[in-house]
T-cell receptor, first 111, second 117 residues
Framework: GENVEQHPSTLSVQEGDSAVIKCTYS??????FPWYKQELGKRPQLIID?????GEKKDQRIAVTLNKTAKHFSLHITETQPEDSAVYFC??????????FGGGTRLMVKP | SAVISQKPSRDICQRGTSLTIQCQVD?????MFWYRQQPGQSLTLIAT?????????ESGFVIDKFPISRPNLTFSTLTVSNMSPEDSSIYLC??????????????FGPGTRLTVL
């Protein structure tokens, strides 16, 4: 089955610094890559997604890049703030609108 | 995006009993899924809830343990049967709404936190 690897599992940055989380996938047919943010005790919330026909997408301080040849995609958060502290999950889309999730990255932004 | 609610939000149950979790959406959705999130872990798909037919289960999950119903396009239930402490997890439903893109975005309910003693 599909496998999504996510790194790092934990990431600690100073407020104002950038954070980068990387995911690799195995299914070359994957064509949709969402990122979810999950705060403690809350549901996963979609923060950005990218489809396979583009290489980069940006939304304010958040950007996602996709390299289909290498089968990896990354989340970039600039000017990090304490409220960015959460667990972030990448995912890729399989047949039937099903998502396979990465293992998650716990991001801690220190004030 | 759809508004998704789940009941109960949390429960503490005794081993050997069963719990039914409800997922209600405020609009008709094309697809509904059930996930399990064990403490400190990622999300694992249990099954796709199919409207009017049997659910489609992922490897490692069986209907006898996790029976699912979906009587219409806005409602689904997941039952955790004959519970053991290993079933202690957060159970989340998710939905895909009809949109202009394929694949469409998947949204999650608030989750049900289950503790089995």
């Amino acid at each position: 089955g599909e496998n999504v690897e996510q790194h790092p599992s934990t990431l600690s940055v100073q407020e104002g610094d950038s954070a980068v989380i990387k995911c690799t996938y195995s299914d070359s047919a994957s064509n949709y890559f969402p990122w979810y943010k999950q705060e403690l005790g809350k549901r996963p919330q979609l923060i950005i997604d990218i489809r396979s026909n583009v290489g980069e997408k940006k939304d304010q301080r958040i950007a996602v890049t996709l390299n289909k040849t290498a089968k990896h995609f990354s989340l970039h958060i600039t000017e990090t703030q304490p409220e960015d502290s959460a667990v972030y999950f990448c995912a890729d889309h399989n047949a039937g609108n099903m998502l396979t999730f990465g293992g998650g990255t716990r991001l801690m932004v220190k004030p | 995006s759809a508004v998704i609610s789940q009941k109960p939000s949390r429960d503490i149950c005794q081993r050997g009993t069963s719990l039914t979790i409800q997922c209600q959406v405020d609009s008709q959705v094309t697809m509904m899924f059930w996930y399990r999130q064990q403490p400190g872990q990622s999300l694992t798909l249990i099954a796709t809830a199919n409207q009017g037919s049997e659910a489609t289960y992922e490897s490692g999950f069986v209907i006898d343990k996790f029976p699912i119903s979906r009587p219409n396009l806005t409602f689904s239930t997941l039952t955790v049967s004959n519970m053991s402490p290993e079933d202690s997890s957060i159970y989340l439903c998710s939905v895909v709404t009809t949109g202009s893109h394929y694949p469409d975005t998947q949204y999650f309910g608030p989750g049900t936190r289950l503790t089995v003693l």
